[in-house]
Nanobody
C-alpha cells in the first residue's frame, strides 16, 4: 500500500530557504508522477510543482525560478528545494502521487507547515 510522509517544514525568514522531503512507501514509485501542492489560509489548494517519472518538471508561475522539484527513484523520495521564500509562500505543503493514468485516486501526504515570517 502506497503511503506518503512529508518532512522539512518550519519557520523561516523572508529570503530564506527550506527543503521539503516526501518519502514514499510502497512499490512502483518510479512510474508515478509526483507533485507538491499547497494550501494557504483562506485559499484553495494549488499546484506548486510536478515531476514526471522521466524527470520532466512543471512549476506554478509564482514559484518558477525559486523552487526546484526533484526525485530519487532509488530512495523513493521527492524533494522540493525552496529558495528566496516570501511571506506569500506560507502554507501547508502536501506531497501528491498521481495515479490518474491507472484510473485510481491520487494519494496525499498529511502535509507539512511552512511559515515565512520575520
Amino acid at each position: 500500500q502506497l503511503q506518503l510522509v512529508e518532512s522539512g517544514g518550519g519557520l523561516v525568514q523572508p529570503g530564506g530557504s527550506l527543503r521539503l522531503t516526501c518519502t514514499v512507501s510502497g512499490d512502483y514509485f518510479s512510474i508515478y508522477t509526483m507533485g507538491w501542492y499547497r494550501r494557504a489560509p483562506g485559499k484553495q489548494r494549488e499546484m506548486v510543482a510536478t515531476i514526471l517519472s522521466g524527470h520532466h518538471t512543471t512549476y506554478a508561475d509564482s514559484v518558477r525560478g525559486r523552487f526546484t522539484i526533484s526525485r530519487d527513484n532509488a530512495k523513493n523520495m521527492v524533494y522540493l528545494q525552496m529558495n528566496d521564500l516570501k511571506p506569500a509562500d506560507t502554507a501547508v505543503y502536501y506531497c501528491n502521487l498521481d495515479r490518474a493514468a491507472w484510473g485510481q485516486p491520487d494519494i496525499w501526504g498529511q502535509g507539512t507547515q511552512v511559515t515565512v515570517s520575520s
